[in-house]
């Protein structure tokens, strides 16, 4: 997963609940987690990474939004 958000303490938390819900079985692969907007940089490195990028409370700028659908990118928005 790249995980983006709008400031540092919702993008830890998010990263400790993602970790207090995983088991031996199955388990989530944070590749890159930031503050700010969805890039054009972090399609490509979902993209490399086959990962699917996490918004929450932020958006992707046009550009990463036509890489995403360029490269076959998941992005998915919350608030």
């Known amino acids: ?5 709008d400031v540092q303490g919702s993008v830890e938390a998010i990263i400790g609940a993602l970790d207090k ?3 031996d079985e ?6 890159h987690s930031g503050v700010g907007g969805i890039t054009e940089s972090d399609i ?3 993209a490399a990474s086959n990962a699917a990028v996490l918004g929450f409370n932020v958006r992707a700028n046009k550009q990463a939004r036509e890489a995403a659908a ?10």
């Open 21 to 23: 819900i995983s088991t």
């Open 44 to 46: 490509t490195l979902a």
């Open 70 to 79: 360029r490269d076959g990118v998941e992005i998915r928005y919350y608030n």
């Open 26 to 31: 199955v388990a989530a692969d944070i590749v």
């Open 1 to 5: 997963l790249v995980i983006k958000g």
